[in-house]
């Protein structure tokens, strides 16, 4: 699977963790920044995650900070991504089936690189129920829809 990551400061030591565990399981990693604990803003590396994604250049991306929340918000300004934060596997595995989450974000100040690991699992391979969900997904869609004027996904 292709995969898009980013993280702040905060989240960069659970990414150094993840990064090369991800590759070794066979998936193809794009890694957004940041490269190291010096501070940095997270949105634009968030957003970056989210549009490799909506761009069809990653099937999903995973967005890592202190808590997780930040990068969630900031991933899911961009059209197109449901993010979901994730701090147990009953959680990525409902951000899945249910609600097609397609980024994932997580607090590494909150989740263990081991726990991670299995939350990152859950998430690539839990598939999406569809059926009544789908109707759900939709009418998020047509919200996202609305709020840009009707103009469709670039």
Known sequence: MHIAIASDHAGFPLKAVLVP???????????LGTHSEE???????????GRTVVRGEAERAI???????????????VRGIRAAL?????????ARSHNDANVLSMGARV???AMAKEIVT???????????????????SAIEDEEA???PIQ
Request: proline content about 4%.
């Open 63 to 77: 967005v890592l900070g202190g808590s997780g929340q930040g990068e969630q918000i900031a991933a899911n300004k």
């Open 21 to 31: 565990w991800l590759e070794e399981q066979g998936h193809d990693v794009v890694d």
């Open 122 to 140: 859950v998430f690539l391979d839990t598939p999406f129920e569809g059926d009544r969900h789908a109707a759900r997904i939709q009418q998020l």
């Open 39 to 49: 501070s940095v803003d997270y949105p634009p590396l968030c957003a970056a995650a």
């Open 86 to 94: 994730c701090h147990d596997v009953w959680l990525a595995r409902m």
């Open 149 to 151: 004027g009707g103009r």
């Open 111 to 113: 989740v263990a690189a």
